[in-house]
């Protein structure tokens, strides 16, 4: 049976499209009350009235769609932090004034290089109740020991929203956050902040004590540092403390996903627990027993892996399939998966625009969708060559069901991907199996040592295949421009031909040669908007100044001598299919777009005679803005990121006087002029 095919599909499908309805919609709570009323009305009536009827039509199935299209519009309207009264946002008098506010810490993130970060729940502010998540930075200070998770703070100091990114099409970190719920940031020092007495001892509280256990005693069994760093990525979530150079090996062999907990883990979990109870008899008892312990044992790995979100998430997915996998019918798969993520858009539907949460999804589809067409292929005789031809088709499955998607975001593909999966998986599926097993001992306090020798040691090997696999830099294709255009005609193409090849007939060929047509024309119709596309750039970069004008797809730069600027503008020629034909220095008289482009540096001089429509200030120039003003008459003025705070303050109080827009781009991020 097709998967579509099936109403809970639909019902999925419509409560998808109004989450999406409401992200790119203004979020109004009273409208998203308005029509869930009305259409449950509208389905509680179609329901009765189809009842009477002795024929049945379609109008109940279409109110059913639409009840959940405004549930899932109603679901993320109400979900969203920023509706709800009681979030800290709604409560702050001022951005810029310190506020005192009650935070309790729940989870450990990745230090900087000056700050040592958590996330934390705001009980109070301002002596008011509140809720809501937010990033606490507090300065790094050798005195002071990591502070417990599950611990009060009265804290002193301003409250950060997050920003859009300040130059283009740069990862937009502020968003990312949002859709985790986190809100805003806020930085402190020693003196800004002091431990309550209350210790809140909650499920993460009790996490975080069981992980610090287990990483005391392997550090304590003087396990490498490096090897468990990885080991602690691999089971106890905590990618904190693992080097950039181990994170760029995994990228580039295509395998960074190894090292954050995710459905793959938590399927080896429910493989290896499957291995394991097989031989226990087949009575209906048993096998109630085997899908209780296995959803037990799940869960129990989410508790020891911190029940960040990721993990809950990829724990929920897992525990459907095991029940799906019970019930023993195969288009229960199908059911299942689809009920684990409607009840997960549910209670988070912002987790649809996680990265995370998309890719997990999608590599199951295939996984269950593609990889029976692929392991069709060809039927090996030996169990080993068994083994690894349903490895290499899992992984082109989930590749090929993530590609798209995966090139959009990160616009990169690792070219090895499939050999990487042919001889980690096995070595992954050993680490996890003794990597728990550890785990567990060293909480009774009996890990044998050479359990610990042979689990540091497997990881050693792991990373040194990795590393070596990683070392062939041609193979990974970087900087791949994508759009969502492209996107979504390459998932229709792969839909069309997948189908086609499970049941080949005409109509289905149609339907692949109309996926490549549309593809084709979603390139050719990209490269045409970009051709006619002119524009000019002025980008925000810490005391420096960089311009790009853009004609089409080529990129003419205009910055000072010297300046290395690939990781600012490289994202923008990415995301634009552009590249750049010539670099100049910054002239001090530019006309783009019959626009004329006056540009003032430290050395302070201008043309007299030239009454520009953009007056650029960089380097800050020494000048008198009201005599200069007086002279040129610009209709706007953009100070970069090259000036020094106190001149762009001084110019912006002066343009406000005189009437004249004025951007700082340190304040407001890049220009753009079409």
């Known amino acids: 049976m097709n998967a579509i095919q099936f109403p809970l599909s639909r019902v999925t499908i419509a409560f998808i499209f109004g989450i999406l309805v409401a992200h790119f919609s203004n979020l109004d709570f009273i409208w998203a009350t308005l029509l869930i009323a009305t259409s449950f009305v509208t389905f509680c009536l179609t329901y009765f009235w189809t009842q009477k009827q002795f024929i049945q039509n379609n109008l109940f199935g279409f109110a059913t769609y639409f009840f959940s299209f405004c549930l899932g519009f109603y679901s993320l309207t109400t979900h969203f932090s920023s509706n709800q009264k009681d979030n800290y946002l709604n409560q702050i008098r001022s951005i810029e004034l310190p506020h005192q506010v009650e935070i309790v810490l729940r989870e450990k993130l990745k230090s900087t290089v000056y700050y040592d970060r958590y996330i934390g729940l705001v009980n109070k502010i301002d002596h008011s109740n509140c809720s809501g998540k937010i990033i606490v930075n507090f300065k790094k200070n050798s005195t002071r020991n990591n502070l417990q998770i599950g611990t009060t703070l009265g804290v002193i100091s301003t409250i950060i929203p997050h920003k859009p990114p300040l130059n283009p099409n740069q990862f937009d970190y502020g968003k990312y956050l949002s859709t985790k719920s986190i809100l805003a940031q806020t930085y402190v020092e020693d003196s800004e902040f002091k431990i309550q007495p209350i210790l809140v001892k909650d499920l993460f509280y009790y996490s975080d004590a069981i992980r610090s256990k287990i990483l005391v005693g392997l550090q304590e069994a003087h396990f490498n540092s490096v090897e468990l760093n990885v080991l602690a990525a691999l089971i106890l979530g905590q990618q904190q403390d693992i080097s950039k150079d181990i994170v760029l090996d995994y990228q580039k062999a295509g395998a960074v996903h190894i090292l954050s907990v995710s459905g793959l883990h938590v399927g080896f979990i429910v493989l290896f627990l499957g291995f394991i109870l097989k031989y226990l008899p087949k009575t209906k008892w048993v096998n109630y027993f085997k899908l209780a312990f296995i959803l037990v044992s799940l869960w129990a790995f989410a508790f020891i892996a911190g029940l960040s979100p990721s993990v809950i998430r990829s724990v929920t997915m897992f525990s459907f399939v095991a029940i799906g996998l019970h019930l023993k019918r195969k288009t229960n798969m199908f059911h299942t998966l689809l009920v684990s993520l409607l009840l997960i858009l549910l209670f988070e539907p912002s987790f649809l625009f996680d990265v995370g949460f998309q890719l997990s999804y999608l590599a199951l589809f295939f996984i269950l969708w593609l990889q029976p067409l692929l392991g069709s292929i060809w039927e090996p005789k030996y169990k080993i060559t068994q083994y690894f031809w349903d490895i290499l088709t899992v992984s082109f499955a989930a590749q090929i069901g993530t590609l798209p998607i995966s090139i959009y975001y990160f616009h990169q593909f690792p070219g090895l991907f499939f050999i990487t999966n042919l001889v980690i998986i096995p070595f992954l599926s050993i680490i996890m199996a003794l990597g728990l097993l550890l785990m567990i001992l060293l909480l009774l306090n009996l890990a044998p040592f050479f359990l610990v020798r042979i689990v540091e040691k497997s990881i050693a090997f ?84 960089l311009f790009a004008e853009r004609k089409g797809n080529k990129v003419y730069l205009f910055k000072d001598s010297g300046t290395s600027l690939y990781n600012t503008i490289q994202p923008y020629l990415t995301a634009n299919f552009a590249k750049v034909v010539k670099e100049n220095t910054v002239p001090n008289l530019m006309y783009i777009s019959n626009k004329k482009i006056v540009v003032i540096d430290s050395a302070g001089t201008y043309p007299k005679n030239v009454n520009p429509d953009i007056l650029v200030m960089r380097q800050s120039p020494k000048i008198n803005l009201n005599r200069v003003l007086k002279t040129c008459r610009p209709k706007l003025i953009i100070a970069d990121a090259s000036n020094f705070k106190s001149y762009s303050s001084l110019w912006k109080s002066t343009c406000i006087k005189e009437k004249i827009p004025f951007q700082n781009t340190y304040e407001k991020g890049f220009y753009k002029l079409e």
Request: aromatic share 16%; glycine share 2%; proline share 2%.
């Open 462 to 545: 792991m990373n040194f295949i990795i590393q070596k696999i990683a070392a062939f830099d041609q193979m990974v294709f970087t900087e791949i421009p994508f759009n969502i255009l492209m996107v979504v005609s390459l998932y229709l193409l792969v839909i069309a031909a997948v189908i086609y090849f499970k049941q080949p007939s005409f109509r289905q060929m149609v339907y692949v040669c109309a996926g490549v047509v549309l593809i084709q024309a979603s390139f050719f119709y990209t490269k045409w908007r970009i051709h006619n596309e002119n524009e000019l750039i002025v980008f925000n970069i810490n005391k420096s100044t």
